[in-house]
């Protein structure tokens, strides 16, 4: 899971913790809290895993802990694109790589970022030991290995 960490990372670039956010501008403000809300649809859709995972008693639940992952991953993929698209090449946009200030938050903030998903990871293990128990004779369990691949593929690839 390497590279969905890497492919995470690479996107939470534009945002910032909320008291590291406050010293900047109002417009650079909104540009960090749009990407924001996206990546809480992402940091949730964990959340429930987890938690799912944890108290699933067998194949079916883990079925559905699984494709309630990808629903949310995949509607934080594409809500994170709209949002791209939108601020694209716009000088709110550009404004946060310029500000030495701005560079500074974000390089914090993508540390605490890669703290969280490397604490996501036993979550992602978790859910591979599942699969593995389950996946012998199971093609539900087949299909959503499938698709959690595809979508941590997905999530991988987002960019700015």
Sequence with gaps: MK????GVVCALVLLLS??????LDQSRQQVIDAFRAKFDIYISALQ??????????????VV????????????????????REYYQDTEQLKSLTADPEARRAVEDFVNGVQKHIEDAQGTFDNLIRQITKYQQ???????????V????????????
Excluded at 3 to 6: D, G, K, L
Excluded at 18 to 23: D, F, K, M, P, T
Excluded at 149 to 160: E, K, P, S
């Design 18 to 23: 909320a008291s590291l956010a406050q010293a």
């Design 149 to 160: 691949a595809a979508t941590c593929r997905r999530v991988q690839l987002i960019n700015f």
């Design 48 to 61: 429930e895993l987890q938690a799912a995972l944890s108290t699933a008693r067998s194949e079916a639940d």
């Design 64 to 83: 559905k802990a699984a494709d309630r992952f990808c629903d949310d991953a995949n509607r934080f993929v594409d809500e994170f694109n709209a949002t």
């Design 137 to 147: 004779n199971s093609s539900s369990i087949r299909r959503v290995r499938d698709r």
């Design 3 to 6: 590279w969905f960490r890497s």
